[in-house]
């Protein structure tokens, strides 16, 4: 199957190293606390949020995707029904919405996680 068209070996469906890295940050963000786009960036020295957020949109539903958010706290836009489910059974501090109908948002002063950055290790 090496070489055939949609098969995993093919370069078209290979991660790239910088998308790998991401990925294993999100995954080992802990249950209840979150990230933003740009703090993972910054922590990897590379890229910044809108790179991060690429690769969260095209691989992240293999990681825990709800725990990497916008810096506003704000939830990821048309996946707010999925993500509050997961918020709520893992504790994340919630903030009310800023207006009426709208989906809280995550309290970021109290869910940031400062990553895995201060050993050296992404």
Known sequence: ?????????????????????????????????VMTYGDIA???GEGG???VGRVMAHYG??????????????LLPGHEHRALPHYRAEGTPLRDAARPGDAPRVDLRLARWDGPFADGTP
């Open 1 to 33: 199957m090496d070489g055939m068209a949609g098969s995993p070996s093919t370069p078209a469906h290979r991660v790239s190293e910088y998308a790998d890295r991401v990925l294993a940050v999100a995954e080992r963000i802990p249950p209840g606390r």
């Open 61 to 74: 539903g293999a990681v825990p995707w709800w725990r990497v958010v916008r810096a506003d706290g704000r």
């Open 42 to 44: 910054a922590g990897l």
């Open 49 to 51: 949020p809108r790179q």
